[in-house]
């Protein structure tokens, strides 16, 4: 019986553990915005950015509002990068959209991601560790994870809610641009800020 118990504890723990930096990104299936099923998978020879959100978090209102997360899909959606926008909210829970009320969210603030996906089971979020949104991924052509963390550098409320956001050090554009030049990316992992994921 302890035998069973430690195996149980084990695989809990291993299914929970995260993901690391430079080993495979872990592979998902999940349902966009138009009842199709997007595989993680598809997308091996390109680049991918996971981006954890949840739109009536102030801190992703935030770079909603000022056009910098909109700036970024643009940037690299144009640059054959995928883009996948994740929501973990459990239905009844803050951040919790249908897909119609997803696609109206994408029209209004003219966002760009290659998909909305939704993960109302939180599995994937699970499975990634994601705590907040945002929470940003960023995974090479081979599949492997290269970037975890915060989105930039402005992780103090009081920082995020006076400044430019522009003026920020943006960890995914350095990820991103160290991966466009062929190189490593020398910050891999940085705490991420926002609101937690609603599970």
């Not at 009320?101 to 599995?123: I, Y």
């Not at 991420?192 to 599970?199: D, E, I, R």
Request: overall charge negative.
């Amino acid at each position: 019986m302890k035998i069973k118990i430690l195996v149980l504890l084990v695989a809990c723990c291993t299914l929970f553990a995260g993901v690391k930096n430079d080993a495979e990104a872990p592979t998902f299936v999940l349902m966009n915005q138009d009842s199709e099923m997007v595989d993680l998978a598809s997308f091996k020879g390109k680049k991918v950015i996971l981006e954890w959100t949840n739109h009536d978090c102030p801190f992703v209102k935030r770079h909603y509002d000022t056009d910098n997360m909109q700036e970024l899909q643009r940037e690299y959606t144009d640059n054959d990068v995928v883009w996948l926008s994740i929501i973990s909210s459990a239905e009844g829970k803050q951040g919790y959209v249908t897909k119609s009320e997803a696609k109206e969210l994408t029209a209004s603030r003219n966002a760009q991601p290659s998909h909305v996906l939704f993960d109302s089971n939180g599995d994937v979020g699970r499975l990634y560790d994601a705590k907040t949104t945002p929470h940003m991924y960023v995974i090479d052509e081979k599949g492997l994870l290269r970037y975890q963390g915060a989105i930039d550098n402005l992780g103090v409320t009081g920082a995020l809610f006076s400044t430019d956001l522009s003026k920020a050090k943006n960890y995914v554009r350095n990820a991103m641009n160290s991966l466009f030049l062929g190189e490593d990316v020398a910050e891999k992992n940085t705490r991420p800020y926002g609101c937690s994921v609603k599970y």
